[in-house]
């Protein structure tokens, strides 16, 4: 009782040990049942001869069964809390144990070691049969670790790991079943040679004590003599006979040795026959074993849903795949290899045709659904790395396309008029360039998309929604391109109304300030002035048009303008109309006071003349010349009329 009560068993570091002594205690508690079986039934014995001791006896009994109760359950509590306290520890220590114990034995039946003689032969059967009992006793242990791998299961504590150490206990108890069984079997062929050998030698022994009286010519030297070595030889005769009958059955033994042997070396050659069978056989089960596991992992990887998330990714699970299809055309050669191998030994008729046809049938289909599978995942890699392109494609193009809405959705219309050519320069240089360079990638992405969507790819639906996207995009950049376009026109062509008319301006001032103010001081000088401002007028006349154009464009633009760029296109307009005005009256009163100035250089030669001619008249007067005849004086009078310009 002290021992089922105890219950320091709190250490995980003996907890097996001490789990065996409980085992143990539990073993020895089962095997007393009988004891107190036995105390029972003397009991009930013992009232039924003497009925007045019934009520002491029945106490006793009832006591001592109680006791016994008490201590089984004690027992059982201990060892579901032994078992409780460390469940999962004390498997583990518990395999571990089994484990090394089995090692051990299974260096013992590896030995080679089968006896020299009879007696070392019988001190090995005696150890063969200590193992076989210790083998009865671990059975047990191996039953107990499988109930505990059972409850520990249902916790869910651990579970794989504590299924295959059990899994491992288990099999290499079961597989030491059998080298155990050979290993006495050997043993006791050992014996048996052994104690022939032992036979024969005590034969050959008798047979050689007795040799020497056999061949003794020591025939007695009296007749008692001589009747005492008659009775001998007698005696040894029948002794002969006898051993004579025991060489006979030892003859006969022999030969029936000698066929046991020579049918034992056939068997042994038809069994090595079909040994060798068996392991072609198991050979090239384990191959196709190998092999449907080599393929069994392949498939996992071909029934893979990963997906790519970038075209990198996808890149890398596509080379990937394709070493993996490398690999699996690789492996065709061991399939080749395992297909020649079945086809020899059916063609050999090898006792296990019909399974290895089945088996090596069933590597083939294996093999040819796996080469399905990586067609069909080379499949849907490849529409991924056509999505994912097509993806950073769309990605690459609308982020180009961003990037020139920010330059087409500029408000810069420009400071002046060279600002503004240089802007409309440069903006139709980036309009021809992103209209002829984003035309030709946006049709290649929606090329890219439309295959996509015809071909019937998963992701359709997505595909179609980043081309209309991308489509929506392009629209809106060649929209704000035209509307820049048109602004920056605008822009252009107000300021160049401004150049224009300060231009025109600054030419209409040019002339007015060429205009001299020098009316010439003879004739001659003011004829030279006129002609030169006639010239001159029409060199002015040649800036009409100019200001015309200037005129017909502000009202042009004043209607598509207001506030203050009507007020500066107006102040331009009239500006020039002012300067323009201003000039041609410059030019019309210099004309007419050119006109008046050679009107009076013309009075004054006039003038000057008749003054001369006046002059003549009197010094002819005062010369007293002889009158001459009135036609010659008329003549020579002077003409008063002047060319009228």
């Known amino acids: 009782m002290l021992t089922a009560q105890d219950m320091s068993y709190d250490e995980a570091r003996n907890l097996h040990s001490k789990w065996q002594k409980h085992q143990a205690f539990m073993a020895e508690l089962a095997s007393n049942k009988d004891w107190l079986d036995k105390i029972d039934k003397e009991g009930q014995a013992l009232v039924v001869e003497k009925p007045e001791l019934k009520p002491v006896v029945q106490q006793t009994l009832e006591d001592l069964q109680r006791q016994w109760e008490e201590l089984e359950g004690t027992t059982r509590t201990k060892a579901q809390c032994l078992f409780d306290a460390n469940r999962a520890e004390l498997f583990t220590q518990s395999c571990s144990a089994l484990d090394v114990w089995l090692k051990n ?21 005696k150890k063969q049969q200590m193992l076989e009992h210790q083998m009865e006793v671990r059975e047990k242990e191996v039953q107990s670790l499988q109930a505990q791998a059972l409850a520990l299961s249902q916790e869910d504590a651990g579970l794989t790991e504590i299924d295959g150490q059990q899994r491992q206990v288990t099999d290499s108890f079961s597989n030491l079943q059998q080298p155990l069984q050979l290993r006495k079997q050997k043993l006791l062929t050992s014996k048996e040679a052994h104690q022939f050998n032992r036979d024969l030698e005590d034969e050959i022994l008798w047979i050689t004590e007795r040799m020497p009286l056999a061949t003794s010519t020591e025939h007695g030297k009296d ?11 007698q005696v040894d005769d029948r002794n002969n006979q006898v051993d004579g009958e025991r060489q006979a059955l030892l003859e006969e033994r022999l030969a029936e040795l000698r066929d046991l042997w020579d049918q034992l070396i056939s068997e042994t050659d038809n069994r090595n ?27 996992l990887h071909m029934m893979s849903e990963e997906k790519a998330k970038d075209e990198q990714s996808a890149l890398v699970m596509v ?36 399974r290895i046809t ?11 659904g796996l080469k399905d599978l990586a067609e069909e995942r080379r499949g849907r890699l490849q529409e991924r790395l056509r999505l994912t392109q097509l993806k950073r494609e769309v990605d690459d193009l609308e982020q180009w396309i961003a990037e020139r809405e920010v330059v087409a959705g500029s408000h810069e219309l420009g400071q002046d008029y060279e600002h503004v050519s240089m802007l409309r320069d440069k903006f139709r240089e980036f309009a021809r360039d992103t209209s002829t360079i984003g035309q030709e990638r946006v049709d290649g992405v929606n090329a890219l998309a439309d295959d996509l969507i015809e071909s019937g790819h998963p992701e359709n639906a997505s595909v179609a929604e980043w081309k209309d996207g991308l489509n929506e995009a392009w629209a809106d950049l060649l929209e704000l391109i035209d509307t820049r376009t048109q602004m920056l026109a605008a822009s252009y062509e107000l300021h160049r109304f401004h150049q224009d008319a300060m231009e025109v301006l600054g030419r209409v001032k040019e002339k007015r300030e060429t205009l001299p103010a020098d009316l010439g001081r003879d004739l001659n000088t003011v004829k030279h002035l006129h002609r ?19 005129q017909d464009d502000a009202a042009r633009l004043q209607k598509a303008y207001a506030g203050e760029k009507a007020d500066d296109i107006h102040r331009s307009e009239h500006a020039v109309s002012s300067a323009w005005e201003a000039l041609q009256e410059a030019c019309q009163a210099r004309r007419l006071l050119l006109q ?18 006046m002059d003549g008249v009197n010094l002819q007067i005062d010369a007293h010349d002889s009158p001459r005849s009135i036609p010659e004086q008329t003549a020579s009078l002077p003409v008063l009329i002047w060319e009228m310009p």
């Open 105 to 125: 034995l299974e260096s013992q039946l590896h030995s080679d070691d089968y006896g020299k003689d009879l007696t070392s032969v019988n001190i090995l059967l």
């Open 223 to 233: 007749l008692p003599t001589v009747q005492l070595l008659i009775k001998k030889n």
């Open 273 to 299: 026959t079909r040994l060798l069978e068996a392991r072609r056989a198991q050979q090239f089960y384990a191959d196709a074993a190998e092999a449907e596991a080599w393929m069994g992992e392949q498939e």
């Open 319 to 354: 080379k990937k795949h394709q070493i993996l299809e490398q690999t699996l055309e690789d492996y065709a050669q061991t399939i080749h290899q395992l297909a020649n191998s079945s086809r020899l030994m059916v063609t050999n008729e090898h006792p296990e045709s019909e």
């Open 358 to 368: 089945l088996r090596q049938a069933q590597v083939d289909k294996l093999y040819a």
């Open 532 to 550: 030169q401002h006639q010239t001159l007028e029409n060199d002015i006349q040649a800036l009409s048009w100019q200001v015309n154009q200037v």
């Open 596 to 613: 008046d100035t050679v009107e009076k250089f013309r009075f004054l030669n006039a003038v000057r003349d008749l003054m001369l001619w």
